[in-house]
């Protein structure tokens, strides 16, 4: 099994180059980042991993060539969170940040009132597919999920995430419609007993 651990903010670099490399052809992240990928999808992966390194909830494989960034329950955003999208708003652009807010306003209308973990970036880079690194950083979290009686959640826009994440345990799913933004499914896993 691949050697995982929490993340620190040294590795932001191999991260936020990991993820950006993973979400290339995902249609979520072209919908945000529009005709200007390259610049904003290193923006984007980096604020995401700085509103969440400090929490102790970013997980990844001793390489860093996967990651997955938790939220835990009940998590609400702070003010340094705020100043860091705040600086990605100034960076990405108007047009940018319209569809970002558009994507998660979407998100918002079907977001659960129930307590759960939130994985906001699970990313492998694609180099290294079909290795079970992804499985690897989502594992400490469904753990403690799992004990605690507690469901894990996320948006994925592909068929082949939704198949993934269906062998995962991730079997209720809900259509979350973003108005100009590609089809996008909310997935719950629900507690899973322990064996």
Avoid at 128 to 152: E, Y
């Amino acid at each position: 099994m691949t050697s995982v651990r929490l993340a620190r903010t040294v590795d932001r670099g191999p991260v936020v180059a990991t993820v950006a490399a993973a979400f290339a052809r995902d249609p979520a992240w072209s919908f945000l980042c529009g005709d200007d990928y390259d610049r904003l999808a290193p923006q984007f992966a980096g604020a995401l991993f700085d509103t969440r390194v400090g929490s102790g909830h970013v997980w990844v494989s001793d390489d860093l060539a996967s990651v997955a960034m938790w939220d835990p329950p009940g998590k609400t955003p702070s003010s340094q969170s705020e100043r860091l999208w705040q600086a990605y708003r100034a960076v990405a652009g108007e047009a940018a940040w319209r569809r970002l807010s558009e994507y998660e306003g979407a998100i918002d209308k079907v977001r659960p009132s129930t307590t759960y973990w939130y994985l906001g970036v699970l990313a492998t880079h694609p180099d290294r597919h079909g290795q079970g690194l992804a499985s690897s950083v989502i594992a400490p979290i469904f753990g403690r999920a799992d004990s605690d009686g507690l469901a894990c959640c996320l948006e994925t826009s592909t068929a082949r995430n939704r198949q993934f994440y269906g062998r995962r345990g991730f079997s209720e799913v809900t259509d979350i419609h973003v108005a100009s933004g590609p089809p996008t499914w909310w997935l719950r896993r629900p507690p899973q007993p322990s064996s």
